[in-house]
């Protein structure tokens, strides 16, 4: 477990009286069986911030990196029937490995968690037929390939749309370097 999930954790109780534990006993005594399903009911019931509900849910539905034994696992979970896209997130998680020595990749279930002290970026597969790249670019308008999401709940403020690895241009990096750097 790294040091900011332990700093989530450690608040989490602080600001609510309750450990992580007991939060996801909760959560599972509730009986949702999808992921939103847990944010919506947290953040609506109990006042969560998205950040806290969000761990609350992949913690309680085990679909983090920190559930798994081997996190490449979940890696290899995503791209299986959507292996075309494997070679683009080879390819993505090299430049971003790049930007600098801290940057965090840390797999979860159905993307890739990009963070540096805070997330910057999510990277896999959305669909068979397309990649998503999400960035945390507030206030940024929209240009080119970037395009807003309008989700209320979204972990990142706009996203951008791939099929190819031809796609990879570099504007989409800008983007990419633009929101490592904002996330400093």
């Known amino acids: 477990m790294d040091q900011a999930e ?34 919506k009911y947290l953040k609506g019931e109990h006042g969560f911030t998205h950040g806290f509900a969000n761990m609350v849910a992949h913690k ?3 679909s ?34 790049t930007l600098g020595f801290d940057v965090e990749i840390a797999p979860k279930k159905t993307y890739v968690s ?21 960035v ?11 395009k807003e999401i309008t989700s209320a709940n979204a972990m990142c403020s706009h996203k951008i749309n791939l099929t190819t690895i031809e796609d990879v241009t570099p504007e989409v990096l800008e983007w990419l370097k633009l929101a490592y750097e904002r996330a400093g």
């Open 6 to 39: 332990q700093t989530m954790i450690d608040n989490l109780a602080k600001n609510t009286g309750k450990s992580l534990e007991e939060w996801i006993g909760i959560v599972k005594g509730e009986g949702f069986e999808k992921h939103g399903e847990i944010i």
């Open 60 to 62: 309680s539905r085990a």
């Open 64 to 97: 983090d990196a920190g559930s798994v034994e081997n996190s490449d696992d979940l890696i290899e979970a995503q791209y299986k029937g959507r292996e075309q896209f494997r070679p683009l997130y080879n390819q993505l998680i090299s430049y971003i490995s």
């Open 114 to 134: 990009l963070r540096r002290k805070k997330q910057f970026a999510t990277v896999g597969p959305a669909t068979k037929s397309r990649f998503e790249i999400g």
């Open 136 to 146: 945390n670019l507030k206030g940024e308008g929209v240009s080119g390939v970037l």
